[in-house]
């Protein structure tokens, strides 16, 4: 086993680079990478939008078409 003064230290394993420098690439991919998920979060807001919407409207129809079976049921009943 190796001693304990050759193990990398914590800068070493996670500083910038070798250079010591990031010419702000890290900033700007941190940018576009939020950019990117807030444009796929706004994507998926808007199809969740239009799935909820066409639920509604299927909800709405088949109500009112049982109310109108159920109806139609009573219409029968009482008529004979």
């Known amino acids: 086993m190796g001693s ?4 990398p230290t914590w800068a070493d394993q996670w500083g910038p ?3 010591g420098s990031t010419n702000g690439k890290a900033d700007n991919n941190k940018k576009t ?3 990117n998920v807030k444009a ?3 994507e ?3 199809k969740a939008k239009a799935a909820a919407l066409v639920g ?3 909800v709405k129809s088949g ?3 049982g109310i109108k079976w159920v109806k ?3 219409q029968k009943r009482a008529s004979k």
């Open 44 to 46: 998926g807001l808007v």
């Open 33 to 35: 990478a939020a950019g």
């Open 4 to 7: 304990k003064n050759d193990a």
């Open 56 to 58: 509604a409207h299927k």
């Open 17 to 19: 680079g070798d250079d």
């Open 40 to 42: 796929a979060a706004s």
């Open 72 to 74: 139609e049921q009573y």
């Open 63 to 65: 109500t009112s078409s």
